[in-house]
Nanobody, 112 residues
Framework: QVQLVESGGGLVQAGGSLRLSCAAS????????MHWHRQAPGKEREWVAT????????SYADSVEGRFTISRDNAKMTMYLQMNNLKPEDTAVYSC?????WGQGTQVTVSS
């Protein structure tokens, strides 16, 4: 069955960096676009970034453009989110998704 497992979250100071990973299994990973979303406490889930199946096309929410980089390694069936210059408002649970499948999420906390 389809599985998406995020990792790499943690506690970091403002201005710091983290790299999230989303390990996929159970489907033809290289055929599908992949997405990152996040949900902060008390807020609705928001889209963060998308990457095409080949990895050649990416798109970002305005709030993370220029600070976050989405990438993927189709051979490893893994997607990444490099997050630089983190801000307290980036604190959220980050989840990866594809088609109608979602991972369980990984917590990112940015202290000021």
């Amino acid at each position: 069955q389809v599985q998406l497992v995020e990792s790499g979250g943690g506690l970091v100071q403002a201005g710091g960096s983290l790299r999230l990973s989303c390990a996929a299994s159970g489907f033809a990973f290289s055929n599908y676009y992949m997405h990152w979303h996040r949900q902060a406490p008390g807020k609705e889930r928001e889209w963060v970034a998308t990457i095409s199946n080949s990895g050649r096309r990416t798109s970002y929410a305005d709030s993370v453009e220029g600070r976050f980089t989405i990438s993927r390694d189709n051979a490893k069936m893994t997607m990444y989110l490099q997050m630089n210059n983190l801000k307290p408002e980036d604190t959220a649970v980050y989840s990866c998704s594809t088609q109608n499948y979602w991972g369980q999420g990984t917590q990112v906390t940015v202290s000021s």
